[in-house]
């Protein structure tokens, strides 16, 4: 079983946004999302330290030392785009004026617990990712359905520390997407070439199926 | 007359105290005062207890001050840095750990007369519930913990009672002043800078640009009497820039 590569599931992703939506993408697997957009479907995506309205990376040659994205490298901004102080930034973020926060995880539970800012004996840095998880009316996370070793990252109890209790309420991973309703885990949707036994097979989390 | 500008950076940090709290503004590269953090080490302070959202990036501004061991104490919210990483673990640097929106928050409210709030940030969490290691002892073992936090159920949703940062000094760096003190900043840059400013009972503002006799009062994204003193310097550039010969 091949699951989706991470363009697939950027793009998937992506699919759920909607015209008009105001969007914080993460570091990592969410920051591709922004590539995949469909026509005609205006988002425009928050960063964290300051801007809403970020395009994509500034090209070599025309960096502005004054623009740079959360991730602190140089960005560009598209037609709309704002620039303000960062309690006014997380003003829009925990008091849910954006529409959806779509993060990367460590580990997801089975409840929609979510884990992503800190593995035990590295340094922690939690950036806004606390702020995110509580203010968003939407709560998106995804991420590859196993880790390296091969372990799921959909568990049944988070072992990493908490970002937020119960907070996601989507999960998209290579294999499928899992929604979050009343804290317990359904799955929605099967990547192509996908079966429900071989996601059972690589979950650690108990699941229910919508049909 | 009103007149807060000082002819330099050393001039300018002259209230500056070893032991010092002090909120130093920016994020990535953008807004950070690196002239006034430069004449904070010429000056040799130390002990410092600082509040920014890093510990730096490359080597120069809050990467130069934990370099040269002048942090006693980093309240941020992604230190991020393994020379931090290496004094947090060798016990020599003290760690706070603040989710971004409440390190904002924490740091109006520092400067709004706010004498704490409650937020809905870190609940269920290690930096609400207490535990993540502050200190760490020459063992390498954890010497001091975070406390727990004061939690509260409103409207049905569990909150975390937070407190004001207020802090003796404010390094912060913005695009334009006026000698009034008012300021207005660029782009990325304006992030944690007037926060820093209105928080503490000392902020000192560097600038690339003067305009007076002033402002025009709807460009001012930081009203003058938040701020102390401004020195109008040269921008520490990024080396891409200064490779390119210059920018804008």
Redesign the interface.
Known sequence: MTGMSSDALAARVAADLRDGWYVNLGLGLPTKVADHVAPGVEVLFH?????MGIGVVAPP?S???????AN??Y?T?RPGAV?????I??AL??GGHLDAAILGGLQVSATGDLANW?VPGG?????????LV??SPRTWVVMRHRDRAGRSKVVQTCEY??????VVDRVYTDLCVFDVVDRRLVLTELAPGVTTDQVRAATDATFETSR | MIDKWLPDALTATAGVRSGDTVAIGG?????IPYNLIDAVCERDLTDLHVVS?NAG?DDDGIARLVRERRVRKLTC????TTE??KQ?LGGTVE?E?????????R??AGGSGIAAFY?????????AEGG?PSRYGPDGEPAAVEPAKERRVIDGQEHVLEYPIKADVALVKA?TGDRYGNLR???????????CAMAARLAIAEVEFARDPGLDPDDI?LPGPFVDHVVQVA?R??K??VE?GG?R
Not at chain 1, 83 to 87: C, V
């Open positions: 960063s964290e330290n300051g801007l040659g960096e502005d030392p004054d623009l740079c994205d602190k490298q960005t901004l620039a303000f102080d960062s309690s930034s997380f973020v925990r800190y340094l922690p840095g939690v950036g806004g990712a606390m702020d509580a203010g520390p908490l970002t937020g209790k119960e | 994020f990535g590269r953008a807004g959202n990036k919210t992604f230190p991020g931090f990483h947090y760690l750990l603040v989710p971004q929106g409440t390190l904002a928050e740091l109006r937020t809905p940030t870190a609940a269920g969490t290690i930096l993540l695009h900043f660029r782009l990325s840059a304006r992030n944690f800078n007037p926060l994204h921008p550039l990024d891409i820039f390119r920018v």
